[in-house]
């Protein structure tokens, strides 16, 4: 996979991310409801902060960000949610994703470096410190 094709599933995937942190968000019920209803948005604001992050540095180098919401679909291993889900399944679902964000982030350091780019290769590094720390925190919430 060329850089450019690393960037661009990674901002097909956090993409989806988002819109599934924010159905998290608005549907999650239960006890936990006020926790999670925060936490899911603190988490899908983030998540947009680093699209953006994502796009910009995949402009930086010369590279072209897909843009639209048929693009995402179409390469995003990061799959939708449309079933009614218990707060603890989101939660879940979310340590998930992060899981698989980290080991596609990993593979994206590879390519960043086969490239001679220090920069990518540090922002993936960077985007896998925080995805570690939050499903440590998650699965945390999960043992409560």
């Not at 998930?96 to 980290?102: M, N, R, S």
């Not at 925190?137 to 043992?143: C, I, N, P, R, S």
């Amino acid at each position: 996979m060329t850089l450019e094709q690393v960037f661009n599933q990674q901002i097909a995937n956090w993409n989806v991310l988002y819109t599934k942190l924010h159905r998290f968000h608005w549907y999650v019920k239960g006890p936990q409801f006020f926790t999670l209803h925060a936490k899911f948005e603190e988490l899908y604001n983030e998540t947009a902060s680093t699209i953006d992050e994502l796009a910009e540095q995949l402009l930086i180098i010369g590279g072209k960000p897909i843009s639209t919401l048929k693009e995402y679909l179409l390469i995003a291993t990061i799959k939708e949610t449309t079933e009614v889900l218990t707060a603890e399944k989101m939660v879940l679902a979310v340590v998930k994703d992060y899981t698989q964000l980290i080991n596609e982030l990993k593979a994206g350091m590879e390519a960043a470096e086969q490239s001679n780019d220090e920069v990518s290769s540090d922002m993936f590094l960077d985007l896998i410190g925080k995805l570690s720390k939050h499903n440590w925190m998650l699965k945390a919430f999960l043992e409560a």
